[in-house]
T-cell receptor, first 112, second 115 residues
Framework: KQEVTQIPAALSVPEGENLVLNCSFT??????LQWFRQDPGKGLTSLLL?????REQTSGRLNASLDKSSGRSTLYIAASQPGDSATYLC???????????FGKGTSLLVTP | GAGVSQTPSNKVTEKGKYVELRCDPI?????LYWYRQSLGQGPEFLIY????????DSGLPNDRFFAVRPEGSVSTLKIQRTERGDSAVYLC?????????????FGPGTRLTVL
């Protein structure tokens, strides 16, 4: 069973800082990896998807990298803003399945 | 276009009752997924449909849970004899296909509370 771990569980930073969220997974036979954002009481918003053949993806201030061999992905957020405050979830789809396997998320608070 | 929609947004029921949760996927998306999210946890997979058929139901916790997608679009998750432990947010997601570049898009969820 794929285990997905996200560190740290919670993070508080002042506005304007660059930050890195970490995701590790135990099975390197992944098909793709998605990063999501979840606001309190809401559903998940897809941020970035990295295919297994890719090393990174970028969208605006967000950059996600993937290192399959070490079982790690990072989400880099540049120039953080209070509106970035949310829970960030990493999810992995294996070659052998269709489902996403999620970590527990990192709760981010960006203070003005 | 419209995203994934789920109804109801909240459902409160008594232990032992039957509930139905509905999901309307993004138009044209052939793949549909149900997940369940407990407080402080990431979503956990329940079942996946490709078209009308359940291609993978390995995540359903027991035979009280059942889901259908009769016309390959709308899906209903059915829970019989609800238990307090079934309380969670039930999330639906859809995807245009199964290629590695296909994202899963999630709905807002149904919060189920079993009293």
């Amino acid at each position: 069973k794929q285990e997905v771990t996200q560190i740290p569980a919670a993070l508080s930073v002042p506005e304007g800082e660059n930050l890195v969220l970490n995701c590790s997974f135990t099975d390197s036979a992944i098909y793709n990896l998605q990063w999501f954002r979840q606001d309190p009481g809401k559903g998940l918003t897809s941020l970035l998807l990295i295919q297994s053949s890719q090393r990174e993806q970028t969208s605006g201030r967000l950059n996600a990298s993937l290192d399959k061999s070490s079982g790690r992905s990072t989400l880099y957020i540049a120039a953080s803003q209070p509106g970035d405050s949310a829970t960030y979830l990493c999810a992995v789809r294996l070659n052998s399945g269709y489902a996403l396997n999620f970590g527990k998320g990192t709760s981010l608070l960006v203070t003005p | 276009g419209a995203g994934v929609s789920q109804t109801p947004s909240n459902k409160v029921t008594e232990k032992g009752k039957y509930v139905e949760l509905r999901c309307d996927p993004i138009s044209g998306h052939t793949a549909l997924y149900w997940y369940r999210q407990s407080l402080g946890q990431g979503p956990e997979f329940l079942i996946y449909f490709q078209g009308t058929g359940a291609a993978d139901d390995s995540g359903l916790p027991n035979d009280r849970f059942f889901a259908v997608r009769p016309e390959g679009s709308v899906s209903t998750l059915k829970i019989q004899r609800t238990e307090r432990g079934d309380s969670a947010v039930y999330l639906c997601a859809s995807s245009p296909g199964l290629a590695s570049y296909n994202e899963q898009f999630f709905g807002p969820g149904t919060r189920l509370t079993v009293l």
